[in-house]
């Protein structure tokens, strides 16, 4: 129903361990006065839980909204002015996504040491139904350097910022699971994420930095991703 460079997101069946770990999240987010709180310390608690499903897990059963970053030390997210192709993107806002996989990718791309561009995103068919869906790529020329590092998903609530609205895509009803937020937002907690961590790792593309604006509209319009 896609084109290739799609992902499917696999299976996220939860274990008892990550339901178990989720509902001592949510009980320490109700009770909590210091925040954002460590979700580290709650996983190291359980250890078989994968951080990814885990995330996924805790969307389906609260809504979040989710931000990937490398700075662990952030305690207000403020609006700014990003440079996006897509007409959502360009507002002054603070971004984030209700789908940490597509949060974790912004968390483990190191672009404080590498010169990278980002090319990615997740999308949601609607008409019919389908599994959430991703692609990603950075600059071509960085991609053998593994430019990857330890970085952290924040979960911020979700009560002041707006969806982008559904629209055609590749012949279906689609949405992109982004979200914007006119004002600051403090964030309620904070998990540590590894490259390891990633599920679409070995999947990341590279792309021709002089030609972004090509896969951009490549990817808008459902067409073949450029050679």
């Not at 999240?25 to 460590?38: E, K, V, W, Y």
Request: negative net charge; aromatic residues 12%.
């Amino acid at each position: 129903m896609l084109p290739d460079y799609w992902l499917e997101r696999p299976a996220t069946s939860a274990s008892s361990s990550t339901e178990a770990a989720i509902d001592e999240l949510l009980s320490a987010l109700d009770a909590a006065a210091d925040r954002p709180l460590d979700v580290d310390d709650l996983l190291g608690r359980h250890a078989d839980v994968e951080r990814w499903r885990f995330l996924c897990a805790l969307a389906d059963r609260r809504r979040f909204a989710f931000h990937g970053t490398g700075d662990g030390e952030i305690d207000s997210f403020e609006p700014r002015q990003p440079i996006d192709f897509a007409p959502f993107g360009d507002q002054k806002a603070v971004f984030a996504t209700s789908d940490p996989i597509w949060a974790m990718f912004y968390a483990i791309v190191d672009r404080d040491r590498y010169a990278i561009t980002l090319n990615n995103g997740c999308i949601l068919l609607i008409d019919p139904p389908a599994p959430p869906h991703y692609f990603f790529s950075i600059s071509r020329d960085e991609l053998p350097k593994r430019p990857w590092r330890t970085g952290y998903v924040y979960l911020l609530p979700a009560d002041t910022f707006v969806e982008q609205p559904a629209g055609p895509y590749a012949g279906h009803t689609a949405q992109i699971p982004q979200l914007a937020s006119s004002v600051p937002v403090a964030p309620l907690a904070r998990l540590q994420v590894s490259p390891d961590d990633f599920p679409f790792l070995a999947q990341i593309r590279g792309h021709d930095d002089q030609r972004l604006s090509e896969y951009a509209h490549a990817v808008m319009t459902a067409s073949p991703w450029p050679e």
